[in-house]
């Protein structure tokens, strides 16, 4: 089973570009969705967890159109929401067992196996009889990723999935995806680019509605391999570097800025060669797509 | 610094849109009550004008009660806005003192609060001046009648509520707790309303109200006109402590808000202990399971039960819902104790009482209803679950219809618990005989059908409004829309959503009639409810499209097959039905709304009034046989009139005017000589017949008719109850009368200007020949003999007037043929139910020898209650009269219970019905109370006396003959049988009746005398007056006067014209001292109004059994007009001074108790006892009427030794 989103476009009522003629291929696997806040990843993730109308375009996941045939669809989905609650006055095994039933689990001893099984697999079963109410921000993550996993989902989309997640949680929660995701399409959103770097077979850049880049994380790494450079350079000096060369990210590092630098070749022996990795794909991607803006503008 | 505070709360209040939405609402709900009739809140009618101060007073407390909503969105909301928006970590950080911080926001959120509710004065101003206004309906413009009851009313009602829901927002932090209070208030409110219902209790209720609406009517409640129209209510007695005591509370709730206020931000749980948060532990390695997902019917089956039980307990668990059950059924409790209070008596718990206390709940139902519709439709939105929620695989229905269902298992669970109360509180009032098939038929259909109504229309408007509280305000604004198209004149039950009338429950007749209109109604409400389902089904929110255009688009999606089927059936269900229920109520009967209705009596009025005072012929026989068909609500009827020419002049044409009902025809009437239709008025059934040969004096013929009523389907309203099933009891104003009736005509002033007729007079002149010549029961008959076969089912027996002379079954009918041996008025009924029957005899002295008097009462199997009471009074009532008066004349007496569609008794000629809602079921248990069904028998059969021995001209006063002589004679035989102070309870009643009711007069007061069909002259005042008359010059002497009175004037006799209170006040002077006759004067033809007070009482112990008490008194004497004006006349009166002592029970005793001459103003007395007293007065009895009779006796104390 494959995920072919075509032509999707989607305009908000206040004028926000969402998706913007979005073209992908989602195969079997992790599919990672990346980008800045805001570039639209969730509206793609509402739209093919069938909560959204897109203004044109299609979804087929296999044989099914994701647009008008929803019914099917939710059959064989799992989805985790970027935001969302929970009822507080209901304990975790009721509402996960409630959210059972809605999925379809009719017999009773599956899905109380099955209901145990998430608990325990999101480490949850200790807790199961607490109130959700009390559930720290990490814990009610780990409920979202329980109620996403029922009923073995053909189709599984989560949305930030490791907000609010330690790192040990984290991993765990890779582990666990990576487990799923070997027959099935997940897709994963994050702004975090080490969550696709470590997970994910195929992903896509998008900003701002728009898809920049598709690919295996690794050869999109090859791409620009030898073409990252680093500077150590003066805070005042920051705004020089960024008109005279493409910088595509900078961060401090022992009180003064690094910038990093996108460029074929060396642009002054100052520079030092650097091996490129997923974040410079990013960066290059983002900031390129913003410098064009600019440009515009000017 | 606080002044900061408060200056930012104003700047950030005044930019709110809010707040002028608050003051739009009130301004216009203002404005329209004041200008239009559109809007109605409980506004003046008749003489008290639209902007009277008290009737201003009224609405605006009303509306500061009922917009208290607005007052706790608004003050509620000062301080907990911070907690709610997470600011209060930054705010209470910032170096303000606690102080600084309450003072500004309370401060700040008050001054807006009475902007707001200024649009309540400026609302009516502005209506008052209104172009279009009546101006007779309006005094002239006064500011202070509208700043003084919002001073002393609005603005004590906002600050104490504003105080409580700003400290309750403050400390609980919540809005649900802010809700809370208004329950409470509400609650305390309701507890007033109930507990007025009582007499004694209107004092407490006048204090304890927190919104002053009970003070206001307490205060104002035997104001006249005149008073209503020009007095402010003044801020004294219970006003003043009223507002005190609110206010002061309102200031006690701030003080102690503002020392358990803290600027913590983390609030310690008042309820629950810390959970501990457990360390997590290391992912076990378990594999998950692989589960079977189903799809069929049967799942989508277990979702739905699953959705349907996980809301229901939701609404269940929540506070606010077991707050508002807990008040609910708290109220139905306390309103249980005063339930079918009948002159301070209980009736009898019967299944259909408490169902009617139950009815009561509705209001919190709905409450419930429109409130947690909206919280479910917002459910998952709320804790932003909607997303897991919409994307699972559940069909489109499901979540909805699981909510619809989880209500209705709630409402189905409280039904079950309203009944469990309902069955309590008979076992607790001793009542065993508990219906519980007619709780559950009343329950389960008629009040499960109005919650599965709205319930449905609220989810529709909630899913389509698609905003939880602008959808509230939908749904309040359907139900003034409702209310609205009503006053427009769309008052049909098919354009009025969920009015389905399943009727009065009846012991006798069930759920009777009611049963098939009830039924298609709800067919095609719920017809309609479905659409709307699907409908919101449809267009419900499922994922994070909001925009109606999308959800349009997605909209069409859901509708799959199967709903497409629902949606068809549903829409076949309701056009069907409609057309069914219209086929029925308009096409098969005649629908009229009360506009048209109006529109044709004012026709009737103009077309045929020329006719009304036409030399018309006298009905002097009817002989009638009437076959009754209980089952299908059906008569066929046919009868002879003998018609008399009693005039000096021929008489050529005869005017028959038959019943106006629509179930009524006539299918043949003709005369016993050669006569043609002339003019037939079909639309008023009204014919004119020209007799070929004139009728000359003295002369007689014979009219014949035939009519039918036949009971076609069922009709929108105005259901016949009087022939129905078991329990058909209808008079003789269903057969053709002659001439025209005055009593179709429009009575109110205001509907007539409406149809530009001028205001009718009540009655006749005293004086006026027209009015003389004929009785008050019409002017077509001075008399009749009478004769009439009835038949009916089997199983029921029927009665009319006169005896019976035969009784037999053919056909499978049963026959009875009654014969009255003399002349009687011409006025009947025809009675027919399955009776059961208790006989008892009597004899009563004549001058020669005796006479035997049959006694039965024809009641309802189980209703044997009082059977007793209403024997004793029967024989007690005919002993006393007949020797009192004179002999009775019949020799026969019949009480028959009717269905309680109808609470009253009346007399035909030896036939007295008697509803089933009084007499019947009372219950009379202590000693002090008022024996209804003893007093109601002995007034009807007093009738037969005063209206059927002797009956009066139909002129002013001619209720005083009927009625305040039945009244007094009812009166004298309980003074026999019962203790004076079941007197004075029942007098105390009386003398309510008459000062409320003149508080309420639309025309004018009149003397007793001159009264004009005014219940409250000829009931209330007619009993207090007669009996101070009595008291003053003795009861023998009354009697005497009344003897002579029948004797002179009775039907049997011939005379020129009939009787008038002119006569009757002859007889009673005539046993009057001449120095009692300006009491006849001030009791019957005069308004005289006491006001007496004793203002100290004081005793000093003389000896071992002698006492002395000293009073000082205060007695006026006022003489109102007819509009309440008062003016103090010199007060030269003998009034009884007594007091009081104990007896061994503890209960008041009178000691002493002898009339004074009252001269002066001031007075004292010194009066010796020889028993230890407790309380003195002057007029202790309330013999007089006195609007305030408390203030006549005080507890007397001991004088301070010298």
Partial sequence: ?298 | MWFKIFKFELTYRINRPATYIYFGILFLMSFLAMSTDVVRIGGGAGLVKENAPVTIATMMGILSAVFMMISSAIMGVAVLRDFEHKMESIIFTNPIKKFDYLAGRFLGSFVILLFVFSGIWMGFMLGEVMPWRDADKLLPFSAWNYFQPFLVFVVPNLFFTGALFFISGALSRKMVFVYLQWIALFIVYQVTLIITGELDNRSLAAILDPFALSTINNTTQYWTVVEQNSNTIPMEGHVLINRLIWIGLGVITLIIGYFSFSFNVVKSSWFKPKQKIQKAEKFPDVDIPKVTQTFGLAVTLKQLWKNSWFYCKDILNSVVFKAITFFGIFILVLNSFYMGRVFGMNTYPTTYQILQLISGFNLFFLIILVSFSGELIWKEREVKINLIYDAMPVKDFVNLLGKFFGMIMLFVFMLAVLMVTGVLIQVFKGYYDFDIAVYAKTLFSETLFFLVLYTLLCFFIQVIVNNKFLGYAVIILFFIATGVLSTLGVEHSMFQFAETDLGPYSDMNGYGHYVTSFSWLNIYWLGLAMILFVLATMFSVRGSEALMKIRFKVGKLRLTKPMVTFLMMSVIVFVFSGGFVYYNTNVLNTYQNSDESEAEQAEYEKTLKQYEFLNQPKIVDVNLRVDLYPKRRDYDASGTYILKNKSDEAIEQIHVQQSPGNEITLDSLYFSVDAGIEEDFEKFKYTIYKLKEPLQPGAEIKMHFKTRFVTKGFVASNQNNSVVYNGTFFNSSQFPSLGYNDGFELFTDDDRKDHDLKPKERSMERDDPRGLAHDFFGDDSDGIQFEVTISTDPEQIAVAPGYLQKEWEENGRKYFHYKMDQKMANFYSIISADYEVVRDKMSIPLDSGSKDIALEIYYHKGHEYNLERMMRSMKNSFTYFSKEFSPYQFTQMRILEFPRYASFAQSFANTVPFSEGIGFVVEIKDEDDVDIAYYVTSHELAHQWWGHQLIPANVRGAAMLSETLSQYSALMVMKHEYSMENMQEFLKEEMNRYLSGRANEQKKEMPVTLVESQNYIHYGKGAVNMFALQDYIGEDSVNMALKRFVRDWNIFVEKERYPTTVDLMGYLRAVTPDSMQYLVTDLFDKIVLFENKTETATYATKSDNKWEVELAINSKKLEADSLGVETKVPNNYWIDIGVYGEDEDGKDKLLYLQKHLIDKEDMTFKIEVDEKPTKAGIDPINKLIDRNPDDNIKKVTEQESS
């Fill in chain 1, 1 to 298: 089973m494959e995920l072919t989103i075509t032509n999707l476009s989607k305009t908000y009522s206040n004028g926000v570009k969402a998706l913007n003629d979005v073209n992908l291929t989602i195969p079997k696997g992790m599919f990672g969705l990346l980008g800045p806040n805001g570039a639209g990843k969730s509206s793609l993730m509402r739209t093919i967890a069938t909560l959204q109308e897109p203004d044109s375009g299609s979804i087929m996941l296999g044989d099914l159109n994701v647009l008008t045939e929803k019914d099917e669809v939710r059959k064989v989905l799992g989805y985790l929401p970027q935001e969302f609650g929970v009822y507080p006055k209901i304990d975790a095994e009721t509402l996960l067992d409630h959210l059972a039933v809605l999925k379809g689990i009719a017999n009773a001893k599956e899905r109380k196996e099955i209901v145990k099984a998430l608990l325990q697999k999101t480490n949850l079963y200790k807790f199961r009889t607490k109130n959700l109410g009390g559930f720290s921000g990490g814990m009610k993550q780990r409920f979202g990723i329980a109620q996403a996993l029922l009923a073995d989902p053909k189709l599984i989309i989560v949305d930030e999935p490791t907000a609010g997640l330690d790192p040990a949680e984290r991993n765990r929660f890779h582990n666990l995806l990576a487990e799923i995701g070997e027959n099935t399409v997940v897709i994963l959103s994050t702004h975090i680019v080490d969550d696709v770097k470590e997970l994910c077979t195929e992903m896509a850049i998008i900003n701002q509605g728009e898809v920049l880049l598709t690919g295996h994380p690794e050869k999109t790494i090859d791409a620009i391999k030898g073409q990252i450079w680093r500077k150590r350079i003066e805070k005042g000096e920051l705004d020089d570097y960024k008109k005279q060369y493409t910088v595509i990210s900078e961060k401090m590092f022992a009180g003064k800025p690094e910038i990093r630098v996108f460029s074929e070749t060396q642009p002054d022996p100052s520079f030092d060669a650097v091996e490129s990795n997923l974040e410079d794909v990013y960066f290059s991607q983002i900031n390129a797509a913003v410098k064009e803006e600019e440009a515009d503008v000017v």
